[in-house]
């Protein structure tokens, strides 16, 4: 039997044991996706981190309100609109709140900076480890070079709370250094263009140092913008799936390196945060294929489209559009359009900005119309940060580690609370057997 046959022949059987009954998941009572019938998250964890809010619950049942989230207990809004105010940036600031649960005062903060700024430079062993890693897709080198990262750790297993925060403010000062060195190799070997390695300045916010690293020259707005989009991306509550992820892996005691390894597998998914390349690459299609951008008609006429299945990559999604807990909106895709719009006239990219908005109207007014009104949709935070990130002057392919290199401070504080709250447990679902049970037939008889 050839080869090909095999696999193809193992694909076709593994399509009929895959078929699993739609009813037997409400015959069993389960929670598909983790979700409860209306469509909320079902209950797996307390946390005092992050919280996600885009429903009410009323006796009539769910009520839709608009999207907020809160760090600690913080509004992200607040914390923008005083990061505004003060022209600062805060990456940082929003980190050591995460971590410890406090603001930091100036002496903590600046300490806290030159912490990050210390341990932002990668050794030798691990540059020379980056160029030796190979490959295309710059989230796969990510999590390659963390895994690495255990090897080089004197400390690796060990899970007490001190060396998870040493861990935690390592992975945060060093996620920069990695992503900018893994593009800047990528393009080199994939697009025979001159090799940069920049060292890290002292003195430098995180964003300012990424910009310097990846490109050398920025804008004063550039940087701020890049804080903000850092600032908005670094929590999500315990249930987003790649913090999930880390949590779930962190219940086993595993080491922390595995642990974020998994997450950024997890963020790297066209339906999470995978989706900020999807809607560039989307929005770039749409430039293309509408001639009029200001024509509604046209306009519906491809989205509906889209959501058949008969246009773009054949999917039925448009990406950036949806959440599991947002309704009526998504407070970081809000906070993202109120922040591009200096930018946007920097850069003179008004006529694209208003495509984006007006293709944010029409696809949710096009999903009614095609999905109907049971589930109400808004952009969500990737909706935004592409086209935001495009106006900076990065490349797509860093699109989602700049996700990571943000969310790495999500990650490590659930990991950290995980490990650490007095009632914890190994998360072990279960799943329900749906299949009969049938007897062994020797090879000689099949
Ligand atoms: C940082 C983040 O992770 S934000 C999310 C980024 N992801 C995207 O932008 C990808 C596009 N969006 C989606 O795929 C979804 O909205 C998700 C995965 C984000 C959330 O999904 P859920 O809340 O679980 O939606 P759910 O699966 O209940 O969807 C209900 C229906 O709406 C559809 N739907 C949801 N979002 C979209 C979308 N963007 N385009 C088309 N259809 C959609 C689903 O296909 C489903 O249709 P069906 O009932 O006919 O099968
Ligand atoms: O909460 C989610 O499901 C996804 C999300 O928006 C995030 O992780 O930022």
Redesign the pocket.
């Known amino acids: 039997m050839k080869k090909e046959y095999i696999v193809y022949k193992l694909s076709e059987c593994a399509k009929q044991a895959c078929r699993i009954d739609n009813e037997l998941f409400t015959k069993y009572n389960v929670k598909r996706?983790l979700?409860n019938e209306d469509?909320t998250g079902v209950l797996v964890g307390l946390t005092k981190i992050g919280n996600v809010v885009g429903y009410e619950r009323t006796e009539e049942g769910l009520k839709p309100i608009p999207g907020k989230l809160f760090y600690r207990g913080y509004d992200l809004a607040d914390i923008v609109h005083a990061l505004l105010k003060e022209k600062r940036f805060g990456f940082e600031e929003v980190a050591y709140l995460l971590l410890s649960g406090e603001l930091p005062d100036n002496e903590q903060l600046d300490a806290f900076k030159e912490l990050i700024n210390d341990n932002m430079p990668l050794d030798k062993k691990t540059t020379m480890n980056i160029i030796d890693l190979e490959g295309q897709n710059i989230m796969n080198i990510l999590a390659r070079s963390v895994l690495e990262m255990y090897t080089f750790d004197p400390n690796p297993d060990d899970i007490s709370r001190d060396n998870l925060m040493r861990q935690s403010i390592e992975l945060i000062s060093k996620f920069p250094t990695i992503i900018a060195y893994a593009y800047n190799i990528y393009r080199h070997s994939i697009h025979g263009r001159s090799l940069h390695i920049r060292h890290p300045h002292e003195n430098l916010s995180i964003a300012e140092n990424f910009l310097y690293m990846m490109k050398k020259e920025y804008t004063p707005l550039e940087a701020r913008m890049l804080d903000l989009l850092l600032v908005l991306?670094a929590e999500?509550g315990g249930g987003?799936?790649?913090t999930f992820t880390v949590r779930v892996t962190s219940s086993t005691r595993t080491d922390t390196y595995s642990s974020i390894a998994a997450g950024i597998g997890s963020?790297k998914g066209?339906?999470?945060?995978?989706?900020?390349i999807?809607?560039v690459k989307m929005f770039h299609h749409l430039k293309e294929v509408i001639s009029d951008w200001t024509n509604i008609d046209e306009i519906d006429t491809y989205l509906i489209r889209?959501?058949h299945k008969e246009a773009y990559d054949g999917?039925?999604?448009?990406?950036?559009?949806?959440?599991?807990?947002y309704t009526i909106s998504?407070p970081r895709a809000v906070l993202l359009k109120e922040l591009a719009s200096e930018l946007v006239a920097e850069k003179g990219c008004e006529k694209e900005f208003a495509f984006l908005e007006l293709l944010e109207q029409r696809?949710i007014e096009c999903?009614k119309k095609?999905?109907g009104t049971?589930?109400q949709?808004c952009s969500?935070?990737?909706?935004y940060s592409g086209f935001i990130y495009e106006m900076i002057g990065l490349p797509i392919e860093i699109y989602t580690p700049l996700?990571a290199m943000a969310r790495i401070v999500g990650w490590t504080a659930h990991r950290i609370e995980e490990l650490n709250f007095e009632g914890r447990r190994i998360i072990r679902p279960a799943y329900k057997n749906v299949l009969e049970e049938v007897t062994y037939t020797p090879i000689g008889e099949r």
Do not use: E, T
Request: glycine letters at 16%; charged letters at 15%; aromatic letters at 10%.
């Open positions: 996706g979700r469509g991306q999500h987003n799936n790649s963020l066209p339906l999470h945060g995978g989706a900020n999807q809607m889209m959501l999917s039925g999604l448009i990406y950036g559009i949806g959440h599991a807990v998504d696809a999903f095609v999905k049971k589930k949709v969500n935070v990737d909706f996700f």
